[in-house]
T-cell receptor, first 113, second 114 residues
Framework: AQSVTQPDIHITVSEGASLELRCNYSYGATPYLFWYVQSPGQGLQLLLKYFSGDTLVQGIKGFEAEFKRSQSSFNLRKPSVHWSDAAEYFCAVGGNSGYSTLTFGKGTMLLVS | ETGVTQSPTHLIKTRGQQVTLRCSSQSGHNTVSWYQQALGQGPQFIFQYYREEENGRGNFPPRFSGLQFPNYSSELNVNALELDDSALYLC?????????????FGPGTRLTVL
């Protein structure tokens, strides 16, 4: 069964500081990996995705993530956080077939001080 | 290109009632997935529809049912509502057969069961 673990429930970062949100996944085949962001009371916005190729992927809003197969990780990073980045971040894993569904982690709430 | 839309935005029902939530998929997408997001949790997969057929289902009871229409819009129906059904219901659309399967989410419907 596929699963996603986001070990940090809350993270507080000072504005202008760097950010790394952790994500570990379990999947029996080649995974598709995603990061979504959710502002309070809103739906999910796709930040970036990894399907294959370069293990460092760039997304919107200055975010990037690195796929490390040996560590089953897909951590999200941003070099300089802005106050508007405060939101909840979800990592998700899906399969590489056209009928796959997404399994989400429980999310990490980012607070910007 | 229009994104995924959902209606209504908010809904309040009482235990035992039935509810229908609606979703219009993004232009060009042929697959709709529904997710339930309880407070403080990540979204959980309910089911997926492709070409008007249920294509996969998560661990939800049969009182959760759905439909997909020829224009790829979709409905989620929940019968015999329970207090634990209170959640944000998210619809996501995607294009099957177009290569990598990326799901795009709507804003959600907040359901409160009293």
């Amino acid at each position: 069964a596929q699963s996603v673990t986001q070990p940090d429930i809350h993270i507080t970062v000072s504005e202008g500081a760097s950010l790394e949100l952790r994500c570990n996944y379990s999947y029996g085949a080649t995974p598709y990996l995603f990061w979504y962001v959710q502002s309070p009371g809103q739906g999910l916005q796709l930040l970036l995705k990894y399907f294959s190729g370069d293990t460092l992927v760039q997304g919107i809003k200055g975010f990037e993530a690195e796929f490390k197969r040996s560590q089953s990780s897909f951590n999200l990073r941003k070099p300089s956080v802005h106050w508007s980045d405060a939101a909840e971040y979800f990592c998700a894993v899906g399969g590489n077939s056209g009928y796959s569904t997404l399994t989400f982690g429980k999310g990490t709430m980012l607070l910007v001080s | 290109e229009t994104g995924v839309t959902q209606s209504p935005t908010h809904l309040i029902k009482t235990r035992g009632q039935q509810v229908t939530l609606r979703c219009s998929s993004q232009s060009g997408h042929n697959t709709v997935s529904w997710y339930q997001q309880a407070l403080g949790q990540g979204p959980q997969f309910i089911f997926q529809y492709y070409r008007e057929e249920e294509n996969g289902r998560g661990n939800f009871p049969p009182r959760f049912s759905g439909l997909q229409f020829p224009n790829y819009s979709s409905e989620l129906n929940v019968n015999a509502l329970e207090l634990d059904d209170s959640a944000l219901y998210l619809c996501a659309s995607s294009l099957v057969g177009g290569g990598a399967d990326t799901q795009y989410f709507g804003p959600g419907t907040r359901l409160t069961v009293l």
